[in-house]
């Protein structure tokens, strides 16, 4: 079973890029994400980890922890794994997203 990432009390939201469009991206919060995505990076997942982490985040917080199911997930990271994200940008995405999520910004 993979591991979480998402804590289970975020709120859904329909569009997890809009949401993002609004954050104010003020320097401590860049510089958060950098480091946060730069010890993912340093774990070393392969790419198959990182796309799960990734549709798991987004489909968390699109539809709330309790409403997906490892098969969504399966579907999610799929579909990312289909857009060639590279490695460095899925690093990117998931810390941005656990950043904003542990500074309760989404």
């Known amino acids: 079973m993979k591991k979480s990432t998402v804590p289970k009390e975020s709120k859904p939201t329909k569009n997890v890029d809009k949401i993002l469009k609004k954050i104010n991206r003020t320097p401590e919060l860049e ?33 709330g922890a309790s409403k997906i199911s490892e098969t969504d997930i399966t579907k999610k990271a799929k579909e990312i794994s289909e857009q060639s994200i590279s490695y460095e940008d899925l690093c990117w995405k998931i810390s941005e997203l656990n950043v904003l999520i542990d500074k309760n910004l989404i």
């Open 31 to 63: 510089n958060a994400i950098k480091e946060a995505a730069y010890f993912l990076a340093e774990k070393g997942q392969n790419m198959d980890q990182l796309h799960w982490m990734y549709a798991e985040i987004q489909l968390k917080l699109m539809k």
